[in-house]
Structures are given as C-alpha cells and as structure tokens.
C-alpha cells in the first residue's frame, strides 16, 4: 500500500519499469535518495512554467534538446560544455529568428531511463533482457550486466549534481557571452558548404555591433552575458523519481527535485497508468508525447487530469508531437481540433526524431536530415493553417562530432555511420546537424508564426 499520496503509483501496473530481484537494497537506495538535497528546486520550476505560458501564447519559443540517454562511461567536463555551446548557438539563431525570446531546456542530468519495444533483445543465440538506460542496467550484452542494479540511481543522481553545477556555472559565470556564442556561429558559417546561411549570421554580427556602438556590452548589461537553462527528462524510472520529490515548504506542493521539467513518454500515456498518476501530483512543467496512437479520447483524458481540470493554467503542460514526416497531416489537425475545442492552454512542440527512425543499409539505426527537417516543417504548416501557436522543437541532440543521423551539410551517408556511432540508444544529431536546423528553423519562423501570436503581439 502507499505510504503517501506521491506513492499512489505503486498501485498502479508497472510499464517500461524494471522488477528488482532484491527488494532490500532497492529500499535502501530509496531511503538514500529521501535523504539528499533535490537537484532542482521549487522556485525553478515555476519560473519555467511562466517562461512556458509566453511560449504557449507565442511570446517566446522553446528550444529542447539533449541525448536520447546519458551514459556513464561517455561523460565528463568535454561533453556538457560542448553540448551547452551548440545550444547556445542554435538558440541565438532561433531568437533571432523569432523575435521572441528561447526558453532554453537540455535533455540533460537526469535523461539515464529508456522504454524499449520488446523486453529481451537476442545476438545469435543468446537472449538477454534490453539494455534501459544506464540508470537501470548495463550496456554490455553479458547476463550480469543486464540484471537491474538500484544503486545505479545514486550514480545518476551524482552524475546529474555534477552536470547541473557545471551548467549553472556556465549559463552564469561568462560563457554565454553573446559575442562569444556568435563568433562560433560565425565559424560554422564560414565553411564552404555554410554558405546558404550566412546572411542570416552576417545581420546578427549587424545587430550585435550596434548593441555595443549604443554602450550594451556584456559588463554593463548581465541579460547579454547569462542565460537561464533548465533540465528535464523522462520521469520513467518512478522509483528514482519519488525518491527525489519533496515538499515545498512554503506552499506544501510536492516538487519533482529531480528536474525542471519531467515528461510521460509515448509508451507510458496509459490514462490510468502509474506514470500519469505520479506527473499529476507535482507542480513541475509535465511534456506529455503524442505519437500515432494517441486517441483524441484518451488525449482529452490526459489534459484534464495533468492539468488538475484547470485547462487555463497555461506553462502546466506540454504536448510533444513525434509522428513521422508523412503522418503529421493525417494526426496533429485532429489533436489540434481536440485541444482547441476543449479550450486547454498547452505548449505546442515537435519532436521529429523518434517517428522518423529507420534502419540503414548497413545495419545501423538512423534518422534521415531531410525527415527530420520536413517533420518540422510539416509541423509549422499545420498550425499555421490552424492558427494555433507553434511553440518549439525538441531534438535529441549532442555537441560532438557523431556520425549517427544521415544528410546535412556534410552530407552523411549510411557508409559514414560506421565512422563515429557513438549513441547507447537511438542516433542522435551531430552539432553541425543541429545547428545547421536552427537555422532552417530560422526560416520557418520568419513567417507569421500564429493568429494567436500576432494578438498577442499587437
């Protein structure tokens, strides 16, 4: 039975969620999670859900993104400061684009859980239970490996404490300097195959030289050299996410302490399922996806209950579409249709990279550029028709030099794959890749962006 009311869940079946073989040690390490400062705190999580309401009204857009599953092995100072630097960049681009300020959100310190199609996945002979992140077991195909480890939670939480004090020193400390974030930018643009958008870089370095002729340089004006940046993550390892939730002392809320923002995946949606039941007690921004399946029935359901029956209670919930290019004409206008005439106020943002996964020639999954791209362009076309707001995108990204996503500017091939597939889970944007879609996204938005917007504007 549940000891409180966060607790409900348990109740509730356990889907895409691993069965520990010694209960003992698994209430060992939740008693040690009860016990340690949360990693994000109450106040954050309701500035991100004011910096959402404006995203939902057109007056900012989101930028999300991040890996598809952080891993132990793969992590150190070099990646999150690369992975901060391309965030950086993609969304000078996009605010540039927009002229609406970019909530910037990384899937980052926190991201270690992953649902998986089938339960056990076989090489040759040997058949062995899926790998489900690194907060749950092993990559290596070997049988110890894959048996579910608890105290592999309290290697994400101190993984996750170390990424977020470096990306809080960085959004702070002078890193996201403008100037400094736009001469990277401008040294992506000077490759030869960058030529397409250097003029969109070129009136940027305009707008910033006239920043400084008129005296705003970073010292005297602080807005120019820190960002605010957030964390978020798939709430899908429940234990793991209760364990970290507290109390506000100040309003008596329950608070997710493990992330900004969490959100229910496309496999754990179920209405009355343990996941949704957890989400709907915390006051943190919940990302609900929406892929083919998602009924405009169970939709309805959804809404109402993750937002408490307040549907105006806008910065509460994100809806993230992930359909696949060629299915978003046949499923966003009804979603669309469901939410305008329920009359809810939810953030609009594109995932296009999970329904447009493929296996390539050479045997490796990969998401094709140009799919992922039409996924978001398709996605701005139809709210565009509709008159709703397209609110922002939401990429698994990082800011190494993988060869995981064919297309782009360097023109991947399936035989480039080989080369540097780094990716525990699914491929994952390069950073010139996803740059090089900021600035396609740039484009996009050069348009008007929504009815909604230019009300809200006017």
């Given at each position: 039975m549940p000891t409180s009311a966060i607790s409900s869940w348990r109740d509730r079946e356990r889907i895409q969620m691993p069965v520990y073989t010694d209960p003992t040690a698994l209430r060992a390490v939740e008693a040690r999670l009860r016990q340690l400062p949360p990693l994000v705190f109450a106040d954050e999580a309701r500035r991100l859900r004011t910096e959402l309401a404006a995203v939902?009204?057109?007056?900012?857009?989101?930028?999300?993104?991040?890996?598809?599953?952080?891993?132990?092995?793969?992590?150190?100072?070099?990646?999150?400061?690369?992975?901060?630097?391309v965030m950086l960049q993609m969304a000078m681009v996009l605010t540039y684009g927009a002229k609406v300020p970019v909530v910037k959100v990384g899937r980052i310190a926190g991201q270690f859980a992953k649902p998986r199609s089938a339960p056990t996945e076989k090489v040759g002979e040997v058949e062995l239970p899926s790998y489900r992140g690194d907060i749950i077991n092993g990559f290596d195909f070997t049988e110890a490996a894959r048996v579910p480890d608890p105290e592999r939670m309290l290697q994400?939480?101190?993984?996750?404490?170390a990424t977020l004090n470096m990306l809080r020193g960085m959004a702070k400390g002078g890193f996201a300097d403008v100037n400094k974030v736009h001469q990277?930018?401008?040294?992506?643009?000077?490759?030869d195959k960058a030529e397409a958008y250097r003029d969109i870089a070129n009136a940027l370095q305009d707008t910033l030289d006239f920043i400084r002729a008129a005296g705003l340089s970073p010292r005297k004006?602080?807005?120019?050299?820190?960002?605010?940046?957030?964390?978020?993550?798939?709430?899908?390892?429940?234990?793991?996410?209760?364990?970290?939730?507290?109390?506000d002392p100040m309003?008596?809320?329950?608070?997710?302490?493990?992330?900004?923002?969490?959100?229910?995946?496309?496999?754990?949606?179920?209405?009355?399922?343990?996941?949704?039941?957890?989400c709907r007690q915390v006051i943190n921004p919940i990302g609900l996806k929406c892929g083919p399946t998602t009924s405009s029935e169970d939709l309805k359901v959804l809404i109402d209950t993750l937002m408490n029956g307040k549907l105006d209670d806008a910065g509460?919930?994100?809806l993230i579409t992930r359909f696949g290019a060629d299915k978003?004409?046949?499923?966003?206008?009804?979603?669309i249709d469901t939410v305008e005439e329920m009359g809810a106020k939810v953030v609009w943002t594109c995932d296009p990279m999970h329904g447009n996964t493929i296996k390539s020639a050479t045997g490796y999954k990969t998401r094709p550029f140009e799919n992922v791209l039409g996924e978001v362009q398709e996605f701005f076309r139809v709210h565009g028709e509709k008159g709703t707001t397209p609110g922002g995108v939401h990429f698994e990204m990082t800011g190494q030099d993988v060869t995981e996503c064919t297309g782009g500017l360097r023109a991947l091939t399936d035989e480039d794959l080989s080369d540097r597939y780094h990716t525990a889970c699914d491929p994952r944007l390069n950073a010139s890749q996803a740059l090089e879609l900021a600035f396609l996204v740039n484009q996009l938005m050069?348009?008007?962006?929504?009815?909604?917007?230019?009300?809200?504007?006017?």
């Open positions: 939902s009204r057109g007056e900012a857009f989101l930028l999300q993104g991040g890996d598809c599953a952080e891993s132990f092995d793969q992590f150190g100072a070099d990646q999150v400061r690369d992975f901060f630097k994400a939480y101190t993984q996750s404490a990277w930018t401008l040294d992506f643009t000077a490759e004006a602080e807005e120019l050299a820190t960002v605010d940046f957030y964390s978020s993550h798939e709430a899908l390892l429940l234990e793991y996410e209760e364990g970290l939730t507290r109390t309003t008596g809320e329950l608070v997710a302490g493990s992330g900004h923002l969490i959100w229910i995946g496309d496999r754990t949606r179920q209405p009355d399922g343990a996941h949704v039941d957890f509460r919930l994100m978003v004409e046949e499923h966003l206008p009804r979603l050069r348009a008007p962006r929504s009815a909604a917007a230019q009300v809200a504007s006017a």
